[in-house]
């Protein structure tokens, strides 16, 4: 049972460069999430959705997009990459308000 | 504005010591209150989650207590391991949705022999 599977978990990227982070879920969750966590700073919600098809954007959405075009399978794009969103990346998803599961995360930098 | 705070910022103890973690938070509408443990390099795993009405929840040596009036919780780790150094998350949702959550900063504690 993989649970939560993120790829990839390490990138290093070019100020200016694009990039695709994908996540995956075999526990059949509705909700799915985009967190990033900075040092000193709580996880704060970049996007989620509620269901295939459906996304919605969270605290920090500026300069991200994402997709949910089949029911496990997450998103997360940068389009034109930006020093400021070094940082490492975490998906989760939850069935309802309980049971969130995490991902192990994506360490970005951007140079 | 919704907040968590959580203190200390960090703790080191001695293998088998207790110790207890705080947090307060200033959430409303208040739905439910999670600690995550967090190892370095991982994702959080959830450790418990307490609803309004409940105001104690064990998992193990981690016991976590809720005062819903003051809005503080707290989790005690009893007997502590070398495996328990690790980041510790207060995590509070607000609300009916679980997208609407908010995160502590977490405490770091250090478990040395």
């Known amino acids: 049972n993989a649970g939560v599977t993120q790829t990839p978990k390490f990138r290093v990227l070019k100020t200016g460069q694009s990039m695709t982070l994908l996540c995956a879920q075999d526990?059949?969750?509705?909700?799915m999430y985009w967190y990033r966590q900075d040092p000193g700073m709580g996880l704060r919600l970049i996007h989620y959705?509620?269901?295939?098809?459906?996304?919605a954007k969270g605290e920090v959405p500026d300069g991200y997009n994402v997709s949910r075009l089949k029911k496990q399978n997450f998103l997360l794009g940068l389009e034109s990459a930006a020093p400021s969103q070094t940082s490492v990346y975490f998906c989760?998803?939850?069935?309802?308000?309980?049971?969130?599961?995490f991902g192990s995360g994506t360490r970005l930098t951007v140079v | 504005k919704n907040q968590v705070e959580q203190s200390p910022q960090s703790l080191i103890i001695l293998e088998g010591k207790n110790c207890t973690l705080q947090?307060?938070?200033?959430?409303?509408?208040?739905?439910?209150l999670r600690w995550y443990k967090q190892d370095t390099g991982r994702g959080p795993v959830s450790l418990t989650i307490?609803?309004?009405?409940?105001n104690t929840k064990s998992n193990g040596r981690y016991t976590a207590t809720l005062d819903a009036d003051t809005k503080q919780s707290s989790l005690h780790i009893t007997a502590s391991q070398l495996s328990d150094s690790a980041s510790y998350i207060c995590?509070?949702?607000?609300?009916?949705?679980?997208?609407?959550?908010?995160f502590g900063k977490g405490t770091k504690l250090s478990v040395i022999p």
């Open positions: 989760a998803s939850s069935y309802q308000d309980y049971g969130y599961t």
């Open positions: 526990m059949n969750h509705e909700y």
């Open positions: 959705s509620v269901g295939e098809g459906t996304t």
């Open positions: 947090c307060n938070y200033t959430v409303s509408p208040f739905s439910n």
């Open positions: 307490m609803t309004f009405s409940e």
């Open positions: 995590v509070v949702s607000v609300g009916a949705g679980s997208y609407q959550l908010t």
